[in-house]
């Protein structure tokens, strides 16, 4: 848990033409990405103290100061927002931060390393850990589930993953055997 910030959101572009930005909330609550302004950048430079004045299709309206028409608001479209951990309210014991997950060493239940966690990622249904696997460039998606992640150590940067059959590749030059019926 050595990450300072945690990323909540993102400025997806404009909104209008009065200087409105259209605000993308990682929040569980999303309207509470409001309740951590001032917000940074992910650099820790700029920041930003959001106003959400309504919400819209996939986030919500904002205001920010210094923001005053759709240029502005356009120049900050992709701007992750982050906010101080100590802002952050603490978690149950089975739930975590995506940015906790991220670079975790990942070991089977046999006590093999499989890789890294390189991102944590959701698309619409249960987050999947991308994993980046030991000694080669290729990737694989693993289940953020009890069944595939028994154990969670953050006070140990590991994982230990029992993943369903099928996840991991197999090696290319392992002999091909037959099954007799």
Do not use: W
């Amino acid at each position: 848990m050595s990450v300072s910030r945690i990323c909540v959101g993102t400025i997806s572009g404009s909104y209008g033409v009065q200087g409105e930005l259209r605000i993308k909330s990682f929040c569980a609550v999303p309207e509470d990405i409001e309740t951590y302004s001032p917000l940074t950048d992910e650099s820790g430079e700029l920041e930003f103290n959001l106003a959400i004045l309504r919400p819209i299709k996939n986030g919500f309206s904002a205001r920010m100061p210094n923001v005053a028409n759709k240029e502005d608001a356009d120049a900050y479209r992709g701007t992750k927002l982050f906010a101080r951990r100590e802002q952050m309210p603490s978690l149950p014991d089975d739930e975590f931060y995506h940015a906790d997950l991220i670079g975790l060493d990942v070991y089977d239940t046999g006590g093999v390393l499989l890789g890294k966690v390189k991102t944590v990622q959701n698309h619409g249904a249960d987050d999947l850990l991308e994993l980046q696997l030991t000694g080669t460039s290729t990737t694989t998606f693993l289940p953020f589930t009890k069944a595939a992640v028994p154990t969670v150590d953050l006070a140990s940067g590991r994982i230990v993953a029992n993943p369903p059959e099928g996840i991991l590749p197999t090696p290319k030059d392992a002999p091909k055997t037959a099954q007799q019926d």
